[in-house]
């Protein structure tokens, strides 16, 4: 099974059959405690007392702990600014404030009900609006500017400028957030945790309390989800049930309800986005001026990485002559914001998409031709922060998804549809995705692997990546099993642990299998190096005996005649063969090791945020979409008719999980921008903490056609593994959807242009509709 | 009472279950994750909209005679124990063979349908339903039917297109039923009669009132001890309430084993719909009579909840926004509730409600059964929500009316959502009489509106998207009477 093929899962049979294992799977210990914790319900404040005298005295309660039993309160990836426990002050509604451990889910329940927690409430601030006003910023940025925005603009023919207001997003992961803590001895601790970033939980649990890093083993299986969520927040619950473990010297298990989940874990960020753009006659832009503001939240967190990448990638797939970009983090009273899918990017390239839209409602012009116009390509490939795009398919991906897609002959059809039909509006828009590829902080482009051969020809590979079903494992174990010439079936994939693997960067970036596969390539090919020479020794007729052995050369000679294929090495020159598991052997009986680590770092990359020079990504994933629409004329509502995807993805590893990965991530694009609402009432309360209020797409919101293709323009290049990464780049494409319903509201033709938020909800279409109904017939 | 026993006895994958005091007051999926060993069934949203904890249920006890037993998909985690006693309980972990995997299971696998794998267990349930429940023929497994049987099952990383694909893989497959493999003559027959008996448990709790559970296995039974506990039914809502700690009652009497319950009959253009009737079998019963409505049902309900939960803990639920409310008040349904020792008491549904969440009811009064009249009026039902499948309703309407000569001659009209109760518009009605369904009979429904409604903005939507929905439903509503009139004088001239 190599590269190309579409292997299934490596958990597919564990999946279907209920045997695969999650953290609150663990069976539970005798002694095990389950730890929970009370919340501030204020959204700002000061905290005058903790009383939770009554709460010890409920039967099975074992212990209430606060703030000060931390040996380290505060964590954060960039900035340790954020409360494990909150100590004095109250950033958001739902703060944690103090742990509870009990023997008993009703005592646990009962307790927390009795912790008396007064708070002084103070004025809060709830929206990017009053931050800004406010000037209440977590980060600020250095601002990207390209050529000469005024000069350009004074001589545009036209100018828009207005404002757009994006939502945030739930993860919505279906496994919440989880940690199982067994402390060990000699005041060790071996923590299971649903993390994405091992090294960090490693880190925040052993500060928490007050240990070295040595003395902490952070375990994972497998996420049943995690899109970013658990990239940085997962941390704090596994610190929280380690704290309880150390107190009482007993395993500890704190799972999140769902509702305990979306209360309290930051989220996709919204950002609100000033704007002032001019163009010419044809639709082609020509100055862009751009403010982005995002809702950061209580604390840092991945905050100034994200808005940076919103910064990367508010240009899109479009080539800006003369611009300017600023952007500010804003500091607000609300769950402290994080990763989700895109990180950001998301965001930024919404603003450019939406504006094309404009362009072409403003000018009369079909947008699909604006979006040509204004696409990068041939030496019109200079980006905002100097990188050029060198391999840009994304010409070819226009004009063949065009004719694919069947664009034009919609857009007639829809014409007429619209003019005649009572009931429904139809609009189709297509918009694309440029995503850079690398962490855009350099030190995270680093992956390290051990791979262990087994003398039956099987082997074990652990890398730093974890499994949250985006297939990394089942690639990884492609690439090993490519370079062994073993089936993919004798390769396991292990569980991620810091003891095996560490200092390891997150899983996250779309970069999981680009740099831990690299890695575990790596090793996988200094033994086969190993192994080919001790097949030349043994094809030349030398033997080993009880006097002596093997002795392998260091010679660099290249060893590309031996081929490792169908579980057999060859070599072509000689024509000899020896089975794998035979070479295996003889390797071990001659103390030649089967084992490798290797270490692996993306070569060229870096950026100098201040003087906006050098290279933040190694490649970019392209990629399109058409999407229509249709909404109720009456209601606001809107369906998704029709989506054709196109993507260029390299020389894939495995389609079928690629593809995966592109129908996942539009439908959670399409949920952000359509149906997901994060509603907080005006104490800053999150009033959307359970499926029932927050609505993410079901079954039947995914497109009634949806039609996904792949084509092989530029292989990824510099990560060694040829296939482009994929876990964010289609996100951006659920951004088609808004687009589309931008483009059905332009059929109303109304005297003004659409202009509305995201998520366009049925009540923000209906509203949009009525405006624009009264505006035309004014 | 008869003679009575203190365990509930179920079967879960082809072994007998008997479950005790705490353990039988447990939801049934966390008596399968934590105390039968079985993990594979998950906890997401512990409210019965995910899926996740999705397991099959044949229940022995449903008395429609003619029918065999059958495996139903429910939701796990809102389902107490001691509600399934003498049930048949299948999960996950038991629907492959020793052998192999289930064509349901291999198609998955195939069609790579599972990813990060916490929604597979609980799709894989819904797709076995779904196998169940169809000859398998490729007309029955097409993708646009195969959603219907997935709208209760939330998956956050595949975009379901492969989870679809996996369905339609499952066209002609030759595999022995989980009915076969489970629901065998004996098993069948052990069970049953576990539901003849009475069953009453209790236990302590620290810090808190004991626990107590009744489940009637008859009617006397039942009648002797109305007033004593809360009563519970499919427990779709009542298990949330109770997940989210906002349920405070510890003594509870449930319905299941009721037969008389589940009685389903039309005497005199009457049908009477008995409480115990789940949504799936309601929808049954009043496709004939009352299509638009039994049609709706799907929006509102998945499979797992449609299967359990009852239109009478609709009704007695008393939300403004249940959706089957505002379709019995146009109907001018009638209640039947019975008092302890079996007294029968008559009421219309238009005056059971008193103000929000209050009904005209006594503590030892139980809804026995709905009666609704058969009519010939043309019916319209309405729901908007922010998710079409699966969501509560923003708004909802319902409408019976009826044109002679292009005027109204009959108009009932009520809606839920606007108000602390669902709420007729007589105003509506009385000025509609005699009058055309045109512009301006839509701006004098506007106005009835205007006066009459004051809806609460919450995360549903605003008070003023309600008031625009409320107006602009109307709207629609006269446009699809033209549309149809414009429709039948072609079809006349054709």
Same mark, same amino acid.
Not at chain 2, 353 to 368: T, V
């Given at each position: 099974m190599k590269h190309g093929h579409s292997s299934a899962h490596d958990s597919a049979v564990s999946h279907v059959t209920g045997q695969s294992q999650y953290v609150d799977d663990r069976q539970m210990l005798k002694n095990e405690l389950l730890v929970g914790y009370v919340t501030a319900k204020v959204a700002c404040g000061k905290i005058q007392n903790i009383d939770f005298s009554k709460a010890l005295k409920v039967p099975g309660v074992v212990c209430v702990l606060t703030a000060s039993d931390l040996a380290h309160n505060n964590w954060g990836t960039i900035v340790q600014d954020q409360p494990l426990l909150a100590q004095s002050q109250v950033e958001y509604f739902d703060e944690p404030v103090a742990i509870v451990a009990a023997e008993s889910e009703q005592a646990l329940s009962l307790a927390k009900k009795m912790i008396l927690v007064e708070i002084q409430a103070l004025p809060a601030v709830l929206t990017i609006q009053e931050a800004v006003n406010k000037k209440m910023f977590l980060s600020v940025a250095e601002p990207f500017i390209k050529g000469d925005f005024n000069q350009a603009m004074a001589v545009a023919p036209h100018k828009l400028k207005g404002e757009l207001s994006l939502g945030g997003q739930e993860h919505f992961y279906m496994e919440n957030q989880a940690a199982v803590v067994y402390s060990s001895e000699n005041g060790h601790f071996e923590v299971h945790s649903s993390t994405q970033h091992p090294t960090e939980t490693q880190h925040v649990v052993a500060k928490a309390l007050g240990i070295e890093f040595h003395k902490v083993t952070c375990i994972v299986k497998r996420l049943g989800g995690g899109f970013g969520g658990k990239e940085s927040q997962a941390a704090p619950m596994a610190a929280m049930a380690a704290l309880v473990a150390q107190k009482t010297g007993r395993a500890a298990r704190m799972v999140l309800t769902k509702d305990e989940d979306m209360k309290i874990t930051g989220k996709r960020h919204p950002f609100w986005h000033r704007y002032e753009i001019g163009f010419d006659e044809n639709g082609k832009i020509q100055a862009a001026r751009f403010e982005l503001y995002a809702d950061g939240g209580a604390y840092t967190d991945l905050s100034p990485s994200i808005l940076e990448r919103a910064m990367f990638h508010v240009d899109g797939a479009y080539y800006l002559p003369n611009v300017e970009i600023y952007a500010a983090c804003c500091k607000t009273n609300t769950y402290s914001n994080t990763a989700f899918r895109g990180f950001g990017g998301p965001q930024g390239t919404f603003l450019i998409e939406s504006l094309l839209e404009d362009i072409a409602v403003f000018l009369k012009k079909d947008s699909f031709d604006i979006r040509t116009l204004n696409s990068y390509q041939g030496d019109r490939n200079l980006t905002p922060y100097g990188q050029k795009i060198e391999q840009n398919p994304l010409p070819e991906i226009f004009s063949k998804l065009r004719k694919s897609s069947d664009y034009d002959s919609r857009r007639q059809e829809i014409l007429k549809f619209n003019s005649k039909d009572k009931f429904k509006l139809r609009g189709l828009s297509m918009t694309a995705t440029k995503f850079g590829i690398a962490f855009t902080a350099r030190f995270l482009n680093q992956g390290n692997a051990l791979v262990n051969l087994h003398v039956d020809g099987t082997a074990q590979v652990s890398t730093g990546a974890v499994e949250m079903g985006q297939g990394v494992n089942t690639k990884i174990c492609q690439l090993v099993a490519e370079v062994f010439g073993i089936d993919s079936k004798k390769i396991s994939v292990m569980t991620t642990s810091t003891e095996k693997n560490a200092n390891t960067s997150p899983t996250a970036a779309s970069s999981g299998a680009d740099i831990n596969g690299a890695a575990a390539v790596k090793a996988a090919q200094a033994i086969r190096q190993r192994l080919a020479r001790l097949a030349e020794m043994y094809f030349a007729g030398q033997t080993f005996d009880a006097l002596n052995e093997y002795q392998l050369s260091q010679s660099a000679e290249n060893l590309s005649h031996f081929i490792f294929k169908e579980g057999q090495v060859h070599c072509t020159r000689t024509n000899q063969k020896i089975i794998f598991s035979d070479l295996l052997k003889k390797a071990h009986l001659n103390r030649i090791s089967l084992s490798e680590y290797a270490h692996f770092k993306t070569e060229g990359l870096g950026f100098d945020k201040k003087t906006i020079t050098g290279t933040p990504f190694k490649y970019f994933t392209f990629g399109a979409a058409v999407t229509e629409v249709e909404i109720d004329r009456f209601t606001g509502e809107s369906k998704v008719l029709r989506t054709d995807i196109l993507m260029d993805l390299g020389r894939s590893l495995n389609p079928a999980i690629d593809r995966g990965q592109t129908t996942g991530a539009f439908v959670q694009g399409l949920g952000w921008v359509l149906l997901e609402k994060l509603y907080h009432n005006t104490s800053g309360e999150l009033l959307s903490h359970s499926p029932t209020t927050y609505k993410i797409p079901n079954v039947q919101d995914t497109p009634r056609i949806f039609n996904v293709d792949f084509i092989e323009a530029y292989k990824a290049e510099g990560v060694g593994i040829g296939a482009k990464a994929v876990g964010e780049p289609p996100f951006l494409l659920g951004i088609s959807c808004w687009t589309a319903v931008k483009n059905a509201l332009a059929g109303l033709e109304s005297s003004r242009r659409p202009d509305f938020s995201s998520p366009a909800t049925g009540e923000v279409i209906l509203f949009e509709i009525e405006r624009l109904k009264s505006e035309s017939s004014l | 009472m008869k003679m009575s026993r203190d365990h509930i006895i179920l079967s879960i994958n082809g072994r007998q279950h008997e479950i005790r005091g705490e353990h039988a007051f447990m939801n049934l999926s966390e008596y399968l994750r934590y105390q039968a060993g079985l993990a594979g069934t998950k906890i997401v949203c512990a409210e019965g909209d995910c899926g996740a904890c999705s397991v099959l249920v044949a229940k022995t006890s449903d008395p429609i005679r003619d029918q065999p037993v059958k495996f139903k998909s429910i939701?796990?985690?809102?389902?107490?124990?001691?509600?399934?006693?003498?049930c048949i309980v299948v999960t996950v972990e038991a629907l492959a063979s020793a052998k192999e995997l289930s064509a349901v299971q291999q198609s998955m696998v195939d069609q790579q349908g599972a990813q990060c794998g916490y929604c597979t267990p609980g799709i894989c349930i819904s797709l076995s339903y779904l196998k169940e429940q169809t000859g398998g023929t490729a007309e029955e497994i097409i993708p646009s039917k195969a959603k219907n049987f997935l709208t209760g099952n939330l998956c956050r990383c595949t975009g379901y297109e492969p989870i679809i694909k996996a369905a339609c893989g499952l066209v002609d497959v030759k595999e022995s039923s989980l009915s076969k493999r489970f629901l065998t003559a004996s098993q069948v027959s052990t069970l049953k009669g576990a539901t003849q008996t009475d069953v009453y448990f209790g236990f302590n709790r620290p810090g808190l009132e004991p626990i107590e559970v009744w489940i009637p296995s008859s009617k006397e039974s039942l009648f002797g001890m109305l007033g004593k506990g809360r009563l519970i039914s499919g427990a779709t809502d009542l298990g949330v309430q109770r997940n989210k700690g906002r349920l405070g009652e510890s003594r509870f009497i449930s319905l299941q084993k009721i037969a008389e319950l589940k009685q389903a009959v039309v005497t005199n253009g009457l049908l009477r719909i008995g409480a115990g009737l789940t949504w799936d079998q309601v929808q049954d019963f009043l496709q004939d009579d009352f299509s638009d409505f039994a049609d709706s049902i799907n929006l509102f309900a998945s499979p797992q909840i449609k299967h359990i939960g009852t239109l009478a803990g609709n009704i007695i639920n008393a939300s403004p926004i249940a959706d089957g409310v505002p379709f019995l008040l146009v109907n001018e349904a009638e209640l039947l509730l019975l008092g302890s020792g079996g007294k029968e008491r008559r009421v219309p549904i238009s005056d059971f $409600?008193?103000? $929000?969440?209050?009904?005209?009811?006594?503590?030892?009064?139980?809804?026995?059964a709905v009666l609704l009249p058969k009519n010939k009026l043309k019916q319209r039902v309405y729901k908007v929500s922010q998710r079409k499948d699966l969501d509560i309703a923003t708004i909802n309407l319902a409408i019976a009316y009826e044109l002679k000569e292009g005027v109204f001659s009959h108009l009932k009209l009520a809606f839920g959502g606007v108000a602390e109760t669902s709420l007729r518009m007589t105003s509506i009605e009385s000025l509609a009489l005699g009058r055309k369904p045109d512009a301006l009979f839509v701006a004098d429904c506007a106005k009835a509106i205007d006066l009459a409604l004051r809806p609460l903005s919450d995360v549903r939507g605003s008070s003023k998207y309600r008031m625009l929905l409320a107006k602009n439903l109307i709207q629609k509503w006269v446009v699809e009477i033209d549309l149809e009139s414009q429709q039948n004088v072609n079809e006349a001239n054709v």
């Open positions: - | 939701n796990s985690c809102i389902q107490p124990v001691f509600n399934l006693d003498g $409600y008193q103000g $929000y969440k209050k009904i005209g009811m006594a503590s030892d009064e139980i809804l026995w």
